[in-house]
Structure formats: structure tokens, C-alpha cells
């Protein structure tokens, strides 16, 4: 390959991006040049370093359109490197035959804990709007990178919530050698022209509860679209998001969502006269039914099993229902509910924020999809659109709807035939 010199304008903040460094983490608001100075960056490294192999992750990635690859492909295209890349679906491959580089563009929702192993060898990850990462993927994540000399992680991402697993990742790392922490915002952005700075300060005018979360990078307070992240924060100042003792002798219930490829949830909840105490909580995908079965029975919760309402159907391909499974794993004891309105459950598991209490270490996660349950704002029209429900938020629907309205306790009666047709309760 012929020498080559590449010489980019960047940001000033951006100078300081380097190899020597295992993890970079950069935050901040909109229009700060975050992706674009993170791509350049990569582009650079990927055309000087031989074999380099980066992949470029989102927690949800639903097509490749919704991935970070149009960016990468830019950069290489101004940076005058087209004829040495190929792009290929979710690729974006080193031509030279003694050079095995390449960009990959994954999604981490999709990666199950034997598949995360094609990851290896790769010496560089660039997790984009990390504001969306699970505690699950960074624990999957870190070890299967960092096994590589040399290894580095980056993180971008818009703060959401100082309760994040990004946030608490990054303030655990912060102040180590090896660490880079930067927060920048679009008035560092040295390529950002009168027009847009003109629009954000427009902006600020109109919507200034706003402007310090969207344009400067603050925890999101205002709660904008967000169904239960208001009423969650009111539980931690009341105290009810704590440490919440299991009690002995008191039923437990369950409440399910069912996944596969999306995560199979279960809340853990016990009612204590009035009060409702939300003890635990798990969330997994790519899992068959019987871990689920395996974690119930190992932690003594098969009490109640609540299902949702399509856990009664029978499939292709499947042995019996979900609910026929489960029976047949031990977990007897099942309510199927009734298909009801999402507007309808999110109005109970509303009013159930406000009462119950959650075991803080054990519910973090459900707490989390909570938290980031929304409706987006449609720019074009001002109103607000349904996105991808967390399964998380959902099974708590299901745990809302199954406490306002209980199933009727069932009264099982034995009798036998007598010869001449009449029968005999016993």
C-alpha cells in the first residue's frame, strides 16, 4: 500500500483522542460533533493500523440504517480512502490482501451470550448513544474486548438519567490513568456554521426547560414523553426505592412478559396488608423457558405465576402453550390475563409507582426500563408516537393490572359418579 497522509481539521477537544487510552468516554448535548470527531478518529486509526478491527455497536439496532456505518463511509469518502474499503451489508471491509481490517456494525440486543464470541478480535468498540446500554451488555461487552492487548473502548452518548448504567460506569472509571472522560457541547464544536447556532439559540428561547438537557448535556428533568421517570423519582424521595426485606410466610407473585429475541422480564412482588413490595426482578433474552422456570423454583418464588394474555395460545412448532410448559416445569400454580389496552396498564402501573416499594440492588434493572419507557415528539406534526416498548415496562403492566384486579380465588371440587347418573360432591 502506498504511503499516505491524511490530514483532518478537527475540534480541540478532540486532540485529545488517542490509542493510550483503554476507555474514552464522551457525553454531552446535541450538535457537540460527538459521532463525527469519534469517526474521524477510527477512520484514522483503521487506514494507519494493520488488521485493525473495529465494531460499532448500538443496544438496539434495527436495521443497518439505524447504525453509526453512513458516518464511517462518510469519513472515509472525504478523506479521499474510498478505494481501499468495500462496503458490505454490515461491513465495511480493508481491500488489501495482507490486511484483515474491517468495521462492524452490530446490534447488542441481537448478540446472545454464544454469538458475542464472534467479537473477539476485535480490538476497538465504539458503543454509540450509550445513554441506552443495559447493565447486561456492558458485562457481556468488557471482557470479550478488553482480552486484547491494546484494547479500547468508546462510549458517546446524550445523559439521560444520572442513575445509567453508562453513568455509573463511567464514574466507577473516572480518574484512572488509562481513562478519558470528556463532556462537550455544540459551542465546542468547531464546524458548526451561524445558521444552526442561530437555531439552537432559537431554541433555548422557546424551549428553555429543555436546552440544558438537549443542547448542554444535563440529566433530563422534565421528563418530556416520559411515562414513568417523574413518579420514580418521587418513589426515591419518599424512601421507597431501598433495601426491601422478603417476608416469610406471605405469597409471591410474578408477573411476566415473554421474549426471545426481545427480553423475557419477571417482576417479584409480595402484598403485606395494603403495601405492595416489589422484591426482584430479571431480564433476558435469547433464553428458553425452563432458565426462567430453573431461576423461579432456585429463588422460592413459584407462588403465582401471572402470564399475558397470549401466554394461553398454542403455536407451530411449540409443545403445548407457555402456560402448558411452565406446568409442565412445576410452576402450576398460573392466571392468564385478559388482552387489555396499553394506555389502560400504564394508567395502573402509574398508580402503582406511587404506592409500592422496590428493593433497590435487586429491581435496578426493571427500575431502569421504567425509567426509559416513552413516546417520541414527531417533529413534522407536534405529536406524540408510540415507539418500541421496554419488555421490562411491559411485564410491569402486567404486574399493575394483576394487583388492581385480582383473579377469583378458584374453589376445586372432587365428586364421583354415581351408577345410577346422579353425582356427589366430596
Known amino acids: 500500500m502506498p504511503e499516505i497522509t491524511i490530514s483532518n481539521e478537527c475540534s480541540e477537544w478532540a486532540l485529545a483522542l488517542d490509542p493510550k487510552y483503554k476507555y474514552i468516554f464522551i457525553k454531552g448535548g446535541r450538535m457537540s460533533g460527538k459521532s463525527h470527531e469519534i469517526a474521524s478518529y477510527l477512520t484514522e486509526r483503521s487506514i494507519t493500523e494493520l488488521n485493525l478491527k473495529v465494531v460499532c455497536l448500538r443496544e438496539i439496532q434495527k436495521s443497518i440504517k439505524h447504525s453509526s456505518k453512513q458516518i464511517i463511509e462518510q469519513k472515509i469518502k472525504d478523506g479521499g480512502l474510498a478505494q481501499y474499503y468495500k462496503s458490505v451489508d454490515s461491513e465495511i471491509r480493508k481491500l488489501h490482501p495482507k490486511d484483515d481490517g474491517l468495521f462492524l456494525f452490530q446490534g447488542m440486543n441481537d448478540l446472545t451470550a454464544d454469538n458475542v464470541k464472534s467479537l473477539e478480535g476485535f480490538k476497538v468498540s465504539w458503543f454509540e448513544e450509550a445513554q441506552n446500554i443495559s447493565r447486561k451488555s456492558l458485562k457481556t461487552l468488557k471482557p470479550t474486548i478488553m482480552r486484547i492487548d491494546g484494547a479500547q473502548m468508546i462510549f458517546t452518548w446524550n445523559p439521560k438519567f444520572p442513575d445509567d448504567p453508562i453513568e455509573e460506569f463511567c464514574n466507577e472509571m473516572r480518574g484512572e490513568d488509562d481513562v478519558l472522560v470528556i463532556h462537550v457541547n455544540y459551542d465546542e464544536n468547531a464546524f458548526l456554521g451561524e445558521g444552526i447556532i442561530n437555531e439552537i439559540e432559537r431554541d433555548k428561547r422557546k424551549f428553555p426547560d429543555d436546552f440544558e438537557h438537549i443542547y448542554l448535556g444535563q440529566y433530563d428533568t422534565s421528563f418530556h414523553g416520559h411515562y414513568y421517570a417523574k413518579l420514580l423519582d418521587e418513589a426515591a424521595a419518599d424512601g421507597r426505592i431501598s433495601k426491601v426485606q422478603r417476608k416469610t410466610g406471605v405469597d409471591i407473585i410474578t408477573a411476566w412478559d415473554l421474549g426471545r429475541a426481545d427480553s423475557t422480564c419477571i417482576w417479584v412482588a409480595q402484598v403485606i396488608g395494603k403495601e405492595v413490595r416489589i422484591i426482584d426482578y430479571i431480564g433476558e433474552s435469547f433464553k428458553d423457558l425452563d432458565y426462567f422456570a430453573d431461576w423461579i423454583k432456585q429463588n422460592n418464588y413459584n407462588g403465582l405465576i401471572g402470564l399475558p394474555h ?117
Open 310 to 426: 397470549d401466554a394461553a395460545h398454542k403455536r407451530l412448532g411449540m409443545k403445548g402453550s407457555i402456560e402448558d410448559q411452565l406446568k409442565q416445569m412445576g410452576l402450576t400454580n398460573t392466571r392468564v390475563l385478559p388482552a387489555y389496552s396499553v394506555d389502560a396498564g400504564r394508567r395502573l402501573a402509574k398508580t402503582l409507582i406511587k404506592e409500592a416499594w422496590f428493593d433497590k440492588e435487586k429491581t435496578k434493572d426493571g427500575i431502569t426500563a421504567l425509567r426509559h419507557e416513552r413516546a417520541e415528539k414527531d417533529e413534522k406534526t407536534g405529536k406524540w408516537k408510540e415507539i418500541h416498548e421496554q419488555d421490562g415496562a411491559a411485564a410491569f403492566r402486567y404486574l399493575a393490572h394483576y394487583l388492581d384486579k385480582k383473579a377469583p380465588a378458584q374453589r376445586s371440587v372432587s365428586f364421583r359418579i354415581e351408577p345410577q347418573g346422579s353425582y356427589m360432591g366430596l
